[in-house]
């Protein structure tokens, strides 16, 4: 009877579903995730599933974390810790139809 239910799918390990995104931060790193309401790659950019283990760890070894984590190492390198770069301010020009 149990190998039908597992069969079916109707089994599953609850402890799983009681992972926090903390949890798997702290697994993996912080210098590659961080905890918003999601488990979020900092590398890639993107939410990552944080529930199954396997799901994280087939993320970080996939070939577009990979590139994105050289890139991100190579300008790591060429930052040579000074000054941010500027940034441009728009200014907006009133108009008196719409004052905002």
């Not at 999601?38 to 590139?67: F, G, M, N, Y």
Request: hydrophobic letters at 30%.
């Amino acid at each position: 009877m149990t190998s039908e239910l597992v069969a079916m799918g109707k089994l599953r390990n609850k402890t799983s579903v009681k992972v926090t995104p903390a949890q798997r931060v702290a697994e993996f790193g912080k210098e590659k995730f961080c905890m918003e309401e999601l488990l979020w790659c900092k590398i890639c950019e993107v939410p990552v599933d944080h529930v199954r283990r396997q799901t994280t760890a087939d993320h970080v070894v996939s070939k577009k974390h990979k590139t994105r984590l050289g890139q991100h190492e190579a300008s790591d390198a060429d930052c040579d810790g000074g000054p941010p770069p500027k940034r441009q301010s728009t200014l907006k020009k009133r108009n008196k139809k719409h004052p905002y």
